[in-house]
């Protein structure tokens, strides 16, 4: 009995039984429609370690939307690891909802579509989806009057007919699916099949779409409605993909996302995030080109399971926006892992059947924490939280328990033999979020986005945000409490529409204001992160955000101590690879997960995170000497050897070899220096053609290169001098805003530009440039380049189509020789 009258919550339980397997870990729920939208966007470094079974893109040429043509990104997609490439086919028309123009227009369109796709060498490894939401689109399936349903069912089974024979036709071995409704409907799904297997025109792929927060709840039943159906009309199990799943409120957010992929894997079906805003970033998991946010951490992970998944009790199954999870052994790597989020507060995850013969009488367990960042706000390596080892219970479980969750967030639990010796504890900084609807607010107003029922709304905070700061007097006043004196890293999530960099002017108790910019996002609720650094002493502040030049929304700020320069310790047992390592945890000293032993034929793949482009201390804690190669060039480390490499805005793909080494981590620590890196300004370039130098107050040097390109004659080169011969990592800052505005009722159509970069007397290779939201934001682009010792022209060039804007450029040699 609690004698004051208040009650206290008692932690949620979800449990893992190592013992149920639900069959093999199928990565399915990794997919994205228009993911991608240029050979290049998303970066080569950010899509490999996704492991992406399917995207889902345009047919090429497809008039729907300007990029995202489905044979333009393949190559893309192939060359790091992609599955299966669906065929929207219906992009082809340009409006939404389609024209609908009739089936004897879009024959024709079939033709030239499965023509082209079946010619290319990849050809087997397409999808074709010739409808997509026939329920809503063209056909009107929905519709509650029964006669009507059955006219508009038969036109639509009749269509279905014509336009399969005509794709087998042309490709007899061609993959098709469908129906593709915008929902679940068991009778016209049940129709559709009876139809399709006496007419034997049934699809490869059974696919549908999950669009509404009800599916979290819903889903489970589609499927085993679906699966019944199969069942009672003698149909062999087929292919589930549901190749658009989610909402605005879900994309980006990975407590939000394990949700779905929750589901999605212990039914094995495929299952592609829903395209609602702009192509090319993974539908909200990747910022800019390369750089992981919050919700890239959670494919991340989802992406290093392997092994079997195992069954999953989560407090409360197959209900909206709470505590869910999957789970994953691994018997050959003695491994288990653990992902779940949704909810807020405490919980205890009890994993079961722990085998004594795999992990032994203890484990270690490690647990990291994937935030949300926002849209467009990058995150850096996950969090450890807690490094421990613990027995194992004489019935074979383990309890860990976890307090203080955070809803948006997504954690992960690895369990691993525990052997000797003792874990390094993790180091958890004080940090405290203050959302902007709570603080002092003046001429400014509070805006709810992303509830359960405004499910399309962006994500947002605690579902609020503070806009409308467009007056003079605008500002939002937050009273924070820090504990000691101090450096704290300060984060604010925010939203900047206006067109151009905007700022606000930070003030701490009414001192001196200093001024803040924050780069352009997609809108006002496309959320951001702008992280700086504030001095405060102990004790309660007010930190001040007032207007400055343009308006601004915000979310949340954080507060976080500033512990030392940033550091992440990357687990070698955790890292991608091949050959044939073997896993070694006799110890599970410095990172708790044991050690990879590798031998010559096997490689580890580790995804290193660089806040800015410069150089960083990398260190291999490795029993031997080991090779390390990143961005092409490959140094030798001796054990422990701290290296000086110069890292990419982002993700970055660091690769370990050895003749005989046993590998605990990879340590990569620092700010990021540019000392020893080069730099030319764009008024050192030597201009020809249209190319321009235009006055620029957002650029470094206060102009830009414009008008280059769209003609063979107009190039920039500029003339670097490389202090020793080797690779370099050359980073172009630029700009460019290039959109194609269909008219479309909720897509952003950006478009990206391209340049032809050539060093020296070398071959030109075609580099593409997304869009940076507005032509006074300029990006950073990494591209590896070899240079010779001394003059190296560097030229930027495009023959038929017009090149970013260049503020700058940089060189960074990989390997600094210390």
């Known amino acids: 009995m609690n004698v004051t009258g208040h009650t206290e919550a008692l932690p949620t339980r979800l449990t893992v039984d190592l013992a149920a397997s639900e069959g093999p870990v199928l990565l399915g729920a990794n997919g994205a429609l228009y993911g991608l939208s240029d050979d290049g966007v998303p970066g080569d470094a950010v899509l490999e370690p996704l492991k992406i079974t399917s995207i889902s893109q345009k047919p090429e040429g497809g008039a729907q939307h300007p990029n995202g043509d489905a044979l333009s990104v393949s190559g893309s997609f192939f060359r790091n690891g992609g599955g299966e490439i669906n065929v929207m086919m219906q992009d082809v028309y340009a409006r939404w909802p389609y024209e609908d123009l009739g089936i004897d227009d879009y024959l024709p369109k079939v033709d030239e579509i499965v023509k082209e796709v079946s010619a290319d060498p990849d050809g087997d490894r397409f999808v074709y989806i010739p409808f997509n939401e026939p329920d809503q689109i063209w056909y009107d399936l929905g519709v509650a009057d029964r006669k009507q349903y059955e006219a508009n069912r038969d036109r639509f089974f009749a269509d279905w007919k014509t336009v399969y024979e005509r794709i087998r036709a042309i490709a007899p071995a061609a993959r098709i699916a469908g129906p593709n409704e915008a929902a679940y409907h068991s009778r016209l799904l049940t129709d559709f099949l009876a139809f399709a297997k006496r007419e034997d025109v049934l699809p490869q792929v059974i696919t549908w779409h999950e669009l509404d927060s009800g599916s979290l709840r819903d889903f489970q039943d589609h499927y085993d409605n679906y699966r019944r159906v199969e069942r009672r009309l003698g149909i062999a199990p087929l292919k589930i993909s549901i190749d658009e799943y989610a909402n605005r409120r879900d994309l980006s957010v990975p407590g939000q996302l394990v949700q779905w992929v929750s589901m999605f894997e212990r039914n094995k079906v495929y299952a592609n995030q829903a395209y609602w805003d702009a192509a090319g970033n993974m539908d909200g998991n990747v910022v800019r080109t390369n750089i992981p946010n919050g919700g890239w951490w959670l494919f991340r992970w989802y992406a290093g399971l392997t092994g079997d998944t195992v069954r999953v009790t989560p407090p409360q199954p197959n209900t909206v926006d709470t505590l869910q999870g999957l789970a994953s052994l691994d018997t050959s790597r003695r491994q288990a892992q653990v992902l779940l989020g949704g909810s807020d507060g405490d919980s205890d995850i009890v994993v079961h059947n722990l085998s004594r013969s795999v992990f032994g009488r203890t484990v270690g367990v490690t647990v990291a924490e994937a935030a949300w960042s926002g849209y467009e706000g990058r995150h850096a390596a996950p969090r450890v939280l807690t490094r421990t080892k613990t027995d194992v219970a004489d019935g074979g479980s383990v309890t860990v328990a976890l307090r203080g969750l955070r809803r948006m967030s997504a954690y992960r639990i690895v369990l691993t033999p525990g052997g000797t010796g003792t874990p390094s504890p993790a180091v958890v900084p004080w940090s405290a979020s203050y959302e902007a609807e709570d603080a002092a607010i003046t001429d400014g107003r509070i805006h709810t986005h992303g509830t359960v029922g405004d499910a399309n709304g962006y994500a947002a905070s605690g579902t609020k945000d503070v806009g409308s700061l467009d007056s003079v007097s605008s500002k939002v006043d937050f009273t924070v409490t820090v504990p000691a004196d101090g450096t704290y890293d300060l984060a604010i999530l925010y939203g900047n529409q206006s067109g151009t960099p905007a700022t606000q002017k930070l003030s701490i108790d ?128 001796a054990p422990s050897r701290p290296l000086r490499l110069y890292l990419a805005a982002g993700n970055n793909r660091v690769a370990l070899t050895a003749d005989h080494a046993a590998v605990r981590a990879l340590d990569v620590s620092g700010e990021g220096s540019t000392t020893g890196a080069l730099s030319y300004e764009a008024a050192s370039a030597a201009l020809a053609g249209g190319a321009r130098l235009v006055d620029s107050a ?121």
């Not at 001095?535 to 601004?552: R, Y």
């Not at 700020?557 to 512990?563: C, K, S, V, Y």
């Not at 490389?722 to 008219?743: C, I, S, W």
Request: charged share 20%; net charge negative; with cysteine.
């Open 698 to 818: 957002h650029a470094s040097g206060g102009s830009r290169i414009g008008g280059l390109g769209n003609s063979p004659s107009s190039t920039a080169e500029f003339t670097v001098q490389a202090p020793t011969a080797g690779r370099y990592l050359l980073v172009v800052h630029y700009a460019h805003n290039d959109r194609r505005d269909n008219g479309h009722a909720y897509n952003t159509d950006i478009m990206s530009r391209t340049a032809d970069i050539t060093i020296g007397a070398g071959a030109p290779r075609r580099v593409t440039f997304k869009n940076t939201w507005s032509w006074d934001d300029y990006w950073t682009l990494g591209v590896p380049v070899d240079l010779e010792e001394g003059a190296n022209g560097v030229t930027f060039a495009n023959a038929t189509a017009w090149a970013p804007n260049i503020d700058r450029i940089e060189l960074g040699r990989i390997v600094r020789q210390s």
């Open 510 to 637: 009414g001192a001196e204001p200093v001024t803040v910019t924050y780069p352009s996002t997609q809108n006002w609720n496309y959320r951001a992160k702008n992280d700086l650094c504030v001095e405060l002493a102990a004790g309660d502040h007010v930190l001040t955000l007032a207007k400055g030049d343009a308006e601004v929304t915000l979310d949340r700020i954080d507060l976080t101590t500033r512990t030392g320069a940033p550091s992440a310790s990357y687990e070698a047992t955790l890292a991608d690879i091949s050959g044939n390592p073997s896993y070694d945890y006799s110890s599970s000293a410095g990172a708790g997960t044991g050690a990879l032993v590798l031998r010559k034929g096997d490689k580890a793949v580790f995804d290193v995170y660089a806040p800015r482009d410069a150089y960083y201390t990398v260190v291999p804690r490795a029993s031997a000497a080991v090779r390390l190669t990143v961005h092409g060039e490959q140094v030798t480390a």
